[in-house]
Every structure is written in C-alpha cells, then in structure tokens.
Nanobody, 118 residues
Framework: QVQLVESGGGLVQAGGSLRLSCAAS????????MAWFRQAPGKERELVTA????????YYIDSVKGRFTISRDNAKNTVYLQMNTLRPEDTAVYYC???????????WGQGTQVTVSS
C-alpha cells in the first residue's frame, strides 16, 4: 500500500510562488497516476491537476492553467506542484493522491495548507 507525505505549504502573498512536494513510499511509485486535489473551507474537494505514470498526459483545472505545473520524478518517488502567480482563491488544503491504472484515487496524503493573502 502506497503512503504519501506532502510538504511545502505555507503562507504567501498574492502573486507569489510555492512548490509542493509529495513523497511516496511502498509499492513501485512509477505505476501510479498521481494527482493534486485541494479543498477550500466550505467547498468540496476538487481535482487540480494529474499526471500519468510516465508524465505523458496532463490535466489541469481551468483556473490554474498557465500558473501551476505538475511534474514527477519516478527515481525519487516524488511528485511536485509548482504554483506561480498565486491568488487568494487558491487558498486551500492541498492533497496528494495516487491511483492504480483504471482505478479511483484510493491513496491520499494528509494534506498541506496553502494560504494566499491579498
């Protein structure tokens, strides 16, 4: 069973940048599709971005296109989320998640808080 640990959250001013990391342990990391979700207060959790096992297919929610970049390093069992030009509406708890091919996201990290001040 894969275990995920996020890091890199914090408080940043609008227009600033943060880089989130998600370190995985357990079964071979390279087989999983990896994703970042976020949940703002009073809102449902939403999928922000996802990357397949080889980084060849990317998804981004419209609101982060051109500002956020997901990447993965299978040798380091780590997936990253580079967040630029942050906005107050990006404030949320960000979760890393993993899914086996053709299956839902069954593995989750504990979450890391991102707060963007105006």
């Amino acid at each position: 069973q894969v275990q995920l640990v996020e890091s890199g959250g914090g408080l940043v001013q609008a227009g600033g940048s943060l880089r989130l990391s998600c370190a995985a342990s357990g079964p071979p990391f390279s087989r999983y599709t990896m994703a970042w979700f976020r949940q703002a207060p009073g809102k449902e959790r939403e999928l922000v971005t996802a990357v397949t096992w080889n980084g060849g297919s990317l998804y981004y929610i419209d609101s982060v296109k051109g500002r956020f970049t997901i990447s993965r390093d299978n040798a380091k069992n780590t997936v990253y989320l580079q967040m630029n030009t942050l906005r107050p509406e990006d404030t949320a708890v960000y979760y890393c998640a993993a899914a086996e091919p053709g299956k839902p996201y069954n593995y989750w990290g504990q979450g890391t808080q991102v707060t963007v001040s105006s």
